[in-house]
């Protein structure tokens, strides 16, 4: 099914409705919301979120330190499971799928970045991008991880481990594994956390301009307030809720009642 469309007709790429995550508090956290109580019961994370994003559309995660953000990002990747509501990603439910089904799907549709990058450091940057491409059984493997680390500046750098690479360059090897299988959704976790400021703009730019040449959608969790300007849309996390900073005009239409 395709729920709802936008008002520039592209179709809702993620679809989240009402979802609540608890967990079992960590032992010996205090539960701000348990009037800082030492909590051993459960940690609600997430109060009924919703959310809809347009396929193509950039849109900025910001809000408070433990806000929520991250969760709700691991919940989009099918990394969590809610506790309670419905997430489909391009119509597919995931909380209907298995395990395998899931990491099958997850595999075809989302690429993550992630502030410490998470490379594989035994390998090579050749190496960790064609991870991705050699789980999806792509027989072109090769040519599209050099072609992958060539978009991204670091044609020369292919037969380098992570440690002989700057930040900078690691965060870009982490870009070329995410787009090289061409993901409609990106979900990106402070990608620019662990880089100076220099270097984090230039990631950025290359990060926007690969989302708009290949129509990714994608999720950004920011601090950085210049760098959430730069989505066309900005939605605050407080407390486990969402306060969506769209324009009323983006609202996404809904079918009219028959
Ligand atoms: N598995 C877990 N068990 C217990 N508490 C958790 C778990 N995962 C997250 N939390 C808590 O839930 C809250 C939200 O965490 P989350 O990482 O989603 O916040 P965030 O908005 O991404 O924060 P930050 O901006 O600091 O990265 C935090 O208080 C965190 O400590």
Redesign the pocket.
């Known amino acids: 099914m395709d729920g709802d469309r936008f008002p520039n007709g592209r179709p809702a790429l993620v679809e989240a409705d009402d979802l609540w995550l608890t967990?079992?508090?960590?032992p010996g956290?205090v539960n701000?919301r348990d009037g800082g109580a030492r909590g051993d019961g459960a940690?609600t994370?997430l109060h009924g979120v919703s959310l809809r994003v347009a396929e193509g559309e950039a849109v900025g995660l910001v809000?408070?330190?433990?806000?929520?953000?991250?969760?709700?990002?691991?919940l989009l990747a099918g990394l969590e499971r809610p506790t309670r509501g419905t997430i489909r990603i391009a119509g597919t439910r995931l909380d209907t799928l298995d395990e395998n089904a899931m990491a099958r799907f997850r595999r075809q549709t989302t690429g993550i970045v992630f502030q410490s990058f998470q490379l594989i450091p035994t390998m090579t940057a050749l190496e960790n991008v064609l991870v991705p491409l050699e789980l999806a059984g792509r027989s072109d493997g090769m040519a599209a991880a050099t072609a992958s680390l060539d978009a991204v500046g670091l044609a020369h750098r292919l037969g380098h481990l992570p440690a002989e690479l700057s930040g900078g360059e690691q965060q870009r090897v982490a870009l070329a594994r995410a787009f090289v299988t061409r993901p409609r959704l990106l979900l990106a976790?402070?990608p620019t956390g662990n880089l100076d400021t220099r270097t984090g703009a230039a990631v950025v730019d290359l990060l926007f301009s690969l989302q708009r040449q290949y129509g990714t959608t994608l999720l950004l969790?920011t601090?950085d307030t210049a760098l959430a300007a730069r989505c066309g849309r900005c939605v605050q996390?407080r407390d486990?809720h969402l306060e969506d900073g769209r324009l009323e005009s983006e609202q996404p239409a809904r079918p009219s009642a028959p």
Request: glycine share 16%; hydrophobic share 35%; proline share 12%.
């Open positions: 967990v079992p508090a960590r956290r701000p940690l994370i809000g408070p330190s433990g806000s929520g953000k991250t969760s709700l990002l691991m976790d402070e969790i601090h996390v486990g």
